[in-house]
């Protein structure tokens, strides 16, 4: 407990040290296909209602991808309903590369999917979608439950001739190979801790949409509670507990008789759910990327192409940056190289963020302005309006728990944006909605237990100082 008269650090401070902690440790390392030769391939932004699509496929096949995009999303709306759906999502397509996907969230907010070597697998497409629905429900889902919801909703992807679709029906080959080698136990399964696709995940994977496929047709109320729990934040394997007593993991033989059953299940012939029907005609503009754009914003490409001015992590997850702003440190960053970045990408907030984090601190109101410029090019993103929101905290705190509000909306699994909540509430001094806001990153971060200590601390700590200012 702290004691009332000894300092504690400014929530904003000890919330920032939480965020570059939880940046860290979210780091997925990719596995970018190298570049087979030193041609320099050809990148092309597309743009269309949904999606930014930035990839070197070949023009036709950008195309393609983009279109096939916008009508796997317009029937993942009509088969799982309009709540939660993405309102703008930005893919990385690599034409080289081994056929993998990863739908990426970062800590602050960033999403993203990344694609290699995959212009014609619109299942995989349509897993990656799926992902980034279901995030809007459930906004740290345990794996077993993303991984088999993906792939349960990717057969949407087969559309009939006559545009009909249904989840729930075949996915990829590989899926049903490994089930017939044999069945994870779901006492594993419920433990599943994975990030990205691996090779290795293929067996969890397939027992997975088993899982999930056998929940939602014999247990179709449970396992709604069962999401509904997840929603809510609980931990994942207490939610089980609670929603499946029969097959809990504290019950000696729990999950034991639910690998039984779904030893039967997978012999029965797939139920896919009824169809549904989407048609779309996107509006899609298209642009070759500059030398310097692509230099700087592929990040295989080798240092021999970069262009002086090209950061290496624009397309990073400004942790460092948001350390600086949230805790008033000097910059140390040089600012002609901030300006000529700046200069040459002009549309990333990436290169406007590393503006506000490289003015010096009497120039505040021009880092007031780089930030709001970071958001406006950005303005589905919720990474973007984490950071604003953690930058007006305690300067506009009215305004900032505004923004950090409609980050919540855009990212629901923000850390950054909830700390920014929790700060602009606590500059309110309304205290016991910062704590509410405290609570819910513990929840957001349940697969690191330490969190939970440290949101505690630091929530008895601001309830302390509301009481006695
Ligand atoms: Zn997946």
């Avoid at 000097?330 to 300006?339: C, V």
């Avoid at 971060?445 to 440290?454: I, L, N």
């Amino acid at each position: 407990m702290p004691s009332a008269n000894r300092p504690i650090p400014s929530l904003l401070r000890a919330a920032g040290l939480i965020l570059a902690a939880a940046a860290a440790s979210a780091c997925v390392p990719a596995l970018l296909p190298e570049y087979g030769s030193r041609l320099r391939p050809v990148w092309r932004q597309l743009d269309s209602d949904h999606f930014r699509l930035a990839t070197d496929l070949a023009e036709a096949d950008a195309e393609r991808m983009i279109r096939d995009l916008e009508l796997l999303r317009a029937l993942l709306v009509e088969a799982t309903g309009t709540r939660g759906v993405p309102e703008r999502l930005e893919v990385i397509a690599y034409a080289a590369g081994d056929g993998t996907g990863v739908h990426h969230r970062a800590d602050l907010g960033r999403e993203w999917i990344e694609l290699s070597g995959v212009a014609d697998d619109r299942v995989l497409l349509a897993h990656e979608l799926a992902h980034a629905f279901e995030a809007r429900t459930v906004a740290v889902p345990a794996t077993w439950y993303a991984e088999g919801n993906a792939t349960y909703l990717s057969s949407l992807a087969h559309v009939s001739e006559a545009g009909t679709a249904s989840a729930g029906g075949p996915v990829h080959g590989w899926v049903a190979r490994e089930l017939r080698r044999g069945l994870v136990p779901v006492r594993a399964l419920l433990g599943w801790n994975a990030s990205g696709f691996r090779e290795r995940d293929r067996p969890q994977s397939a027992t997975s949409w088993l899982l999930v496929r056998f929940l939602r047709s014999e247990r179709r109320a449970a396992f709604d509670e069962l999401r509904g729990r997840l929603a809510r934040g609980e931990h994942p394997q207490r939610a089980w507990d609670a929603t499946f007593p029969e097959w809990s993991l504290a019950a000696k033989g729990g999950p034991e008789r639910l690998d039984r059953l779904l030893e039967s299940f997978a012999l029965e012939p797939l139920r896919p759910e009824p169809a549904v029907r989407a048609e779309v005609s996107p509006r899609v503009t298209a642009r070759v990327w500059t030398e310097a754009e692509a230099a700087a914003l592929d990040p295989r490409a080798p240092e021999a192409w970069k262009p002086a001015e090209a950061a290496p992590h624009l397309r990073g997850t400004f942790g460092d940056e948001i350390q600086l702003v949230s805790t008033s440190r000097e910059p140390d960053r040089g600012l002609a190289r901030a300006r000529a970045q700046l200069a040459a990408l002009p549309e990333d907030p990436g290169a406007w963020i590393a503006l506000a984090a490289a003015l010096p601190a009497w120039a505040e109101a021009d880092r007031e302005a780089a930030i709001r410029k970071a958001v406006d090019v950005s303005s589905w993103r919720g990474d973007t309006r984490a950071f604003l929101a953690t930058y007006l905290a305690r300067r506009k705190p009215e305004e900032a728990a505004r923004e950090a509000t409609r980050a919540i909306e855009l990212a629901p699994w923000s850390v950054g944006a909830y700390v920014a909540r929790a700060s602009a509430l606590w500059t309110l001094r309304r205290c016991d909605e910062a704590a509410a806001n405290l609570e819910r990153i513990a929840q957001l971060r349940w697969r690191v237990p330490r969190f939970r200590t440290a949101t505690e601390d630091l929530r008895q700590a601001m309830q302390q100082r509301c009481r006695d200012p």
